[in-house]
């Protein structure tokens, strides 16, 4: 129990909120949000509104049930059982999914000191290089790595803040809106299809909500911190992609892999841009460490609880889940591989399309959860307040799935149906281990997991190495994907 001496004031829970909502998920958009327009600023209002709404349910969520779990533990208690489930497991691959774009993210800002990044191979075998090292720093010394998170996320907000600040002394009103609609739709299309690009600015919205049990007065505090610390983050993000979009021409934008070091470059020089370059495929790499290890504690939990096989539970002498790490990278490398672009620009943008509409599911549940949670836990006046938050936060994320890629939407909804029958493996799990009296998990996972890990890491960086500097061409892969791109694009 903290006493009430030690508990934070309103300031530091708004800054609290702001500081764990702002992080590296916005350092690739500007260049996804370039191939729609600038016309994305009424976008971002609307995305405020709806991350304030969802900001908002998950506070309040968090105060009238104390449950650990997040949207499982919600969707669980309000719904039963299976969509407990069906939501821990698409939040779970969501966040996974969204893992890859990290990585994409923070190599696609090392392109200026690494040119051979450009090629979309090496860029894949990199990311696959970066994905299984990070694994492997993990099984050895997690403390270390959720250490240099706390690190990096702080210099990963440089270039953020100083671009929202400084930025519109180059800003350039012509090439703003020479830009405004490129996508080729009409405006209200236009507009719906940056939702899903601008949520992900926004994607860990639930773990904002600052705990009421460190806050004080948090019946007053807490839904003030909520929304100023949103609206804190938004206004970074919304500042500082807006002032990219006035500096870097349009056309050169979309193709950008690196669009806040560039947008420097264009305004203080090219030593500025590296150096905004290096902050921020820091701040994504050391995002993707952290992330890492907490999808891997999150399928341990699950595991323990029956949901996900017993091998996610298994832990080393360290007590790090290394097996269901290592699964963890598999995913992520497929998913790689699944997503290899003529840019990274483009991949970036195909990883956050599927993981927003991943993580838009869990989202809603929880929107339409509050109603049935709070109910005789509120007051007439707050359950009134909280159910129109509530609708507003699930129409957005409706709307939000309905911009999306409709192709990825389908198959998201194909996964998410799917999940019926992966169901009725878990429902047996959770009969085998309450008959038998078992506990999942346990030590002694095999020690060839660390040297596998090890040992793919540096397969991909000498299969890296080879295609960069060796007689090897990889023309006939950039072919297919170049082929691919153009064939999606014309359908």
Not at 163 to 172: D, I, R, S, T
Not at 468 to 477: K, L
């Amino acid at each position: 129990m903290v006493s009430e001496s030690n508990k934070i004031g309103l300031v530091p829970a708004i800054l609290m909120v702001a500081g764990n909502m702002m992080g590296s998920g916005v350092f690739m958009l500007p260049a996804n949000l370039a191939g729609i327009g600038s016309i994305a600023i009424i976008g971002w209002l609307i995305t405020i509104v709806g991350a304030v709404s969802l900001g908002l349910v998950f506070a309040k969520l968090t105060e009238i049930n104390t449950a650990a779990g997040g949207p499982y533990a919600y969707a669980k208690k309000a719904f039963g059982d299976y969509m407990g489930y069906q939501t821990n497991l698409v939040y779970w691959l969501a966040n996974v999914i969204g893992n890859v774009g990290l990585a994409v993210a923070g190599l696609g800002y090392l392109t200026p000191f690494f040119p051979s990044l450009q090629d979309p191979l090496v860029m894949a075998l990199a990311q696959i290089a970066v994905i299984w090292f990070f694994v492997y720093a993990n099984i050895l010394g997690p403390k270390i790595v959720g250490r240099m998170q706390g690190i990096t996320t702080v210099i990963a907000l440089f270039p953020i803040i100083g671009v929202a600040l400084l930025g519109w002394f180059w800003f350039n009103p012509e090439t703003y809106m020479r830009g405004w609609n490129v996508s080729g739709q009409s405006s209200l299309t236009a507009v719906g299809m940056t939702l899903n690009f601008t949520l992900w600015a926004f994607i860990g919205v639930e773990s904002a909500s600052v705990s009421t049990a460190v806050v004080k007065n948090p019946a007053r505090n807490v839904p003030i911190a909520t929304v100023v610390g949103v609206l804190l983050a938004a206004a970074c993000y919304v500042l500082s992609s807006s002032a990219i979009m006035g500096i870097i021409p349009n056309k050169e934008l979309i193709v950008s892999s690196a669009p806040f070091s560039e947008a420097v470059s264009v305004a203080m020089g090219p030593t500025a841009g590296k150096i905004v370059a290096v902050c921020a495929a820091v701040g994504c790499l050391g995002s993707l460490a952290g992330w890492t290890l907490l999808v891997g504690q999150t399928a341990q939990a699950a595991a323990k609880d029956g949901l996900f096989a017993n091998i996610f539970a298994r832990v080393n002498r360290r007590g790090v889940p290394s097996a269901g790490l290592a699964i963890v990278a598999a995913i992520m490398t497929l998913q790689v591989l699944a997503t290899m672009s003529p840019t990274a620009s483009q991949q970036f943008g195909k990883i956050a399309s599927i993981a927003v509409i991943m993580t838009l599911l869990p989202y809603i549940y929880s929107s339409v959860a509050i109603k049935i949670l709070g109910y005789e836990k509120m007051s007439d006046k707050q359950g009134l307040f909280y159910t129109i938050v509530g609708l507003i936060a699930a129409v957005y994320s409706l709307s939000a799935m309905i911009g999306s890629n409709s192709e990825q939407t389908r198959w998201a909804l194909i996964f998410v149906i799917s999940t019926i029958i992966f169901y009725e493996l878990s429902v047996n799990r959770k009969i085998e281990i309450r008959e038998k009296r078992l506990k999942p998990g346990g030590c002694c996972v095999p020690r060839w997991v660390r040297y596998f890990t090890l040992a793919v890491t540096i397969a991909a960086l000498v299969a890296m190495f080879w295609v960069s500097v060796g007689d090897y061409s990889s023309q006939r892969i950039n072919k297919f994907i170049n082929t691919s791109a153009i064939s999606k694009t014309a359908n």
